[in-house]
């Protein structure tokens, strides 16, 4: 059972990157998803979320540029993030929150905003 992050890489600012989140081992479509970030001296913060059911929320700094959506058939779970900022680099871990409350962390991915 694991969650692979996939999609970080260097991109200027204003510009746009997908993550991916593939889950495997088991079926994650009741698991509420999470994309999380953090940089050095600085403690992960949530950005953005969605339930089993479809209902997201994000981030203040991120509302508006960000989408969090899954794909149910390809277990997987995506972040669009546009209009890209330098304060967004950082690096992006996804998780996964069982109804039994057991939680699934992935690896991160680096996102590098240049300006």
């Known amino acids: 059972v694991q969650l692979q992050a996939s999609g970080g890489g260097l991109v200027q600012a204003g510009g746009s990157l997908r993550l991916s989140c593939a889950a495997s081992?088991?079926?994650?479509?009741?698991?509420?998803m999470g994309w999380y970030r953090q940089t050095p001296g600085k403690q992960r913060e949530l950005v953005a979320a969605?339930?089993?059911?479809?209902?997201?929320n994000y981030a203040d700094s991120v509302k508006g540029r960000f989408t969090i959506s899954r794909d149910s058939a390809k277990n997987t779970v995506y972040l669009q993030m546009n209009s890209l900022k330098p304060e967004d680099t950082a690096v992006y871990s996804c998780?996964?929150?069982?109804?039994?409350?057991?939680?699934?962390w992935g690896q991160g991915t680096l996102v590098t905003v240049s300006s």
């Open positions: 081992g088991r079926n994650f479509s009741s698991y509420d």
């Open positions: 969605i339930t089993s059911g479809g209902s997201t």
């Open positions: 998780n996964a929150v069982g109804n039994q409350g057991d939680i699934l």
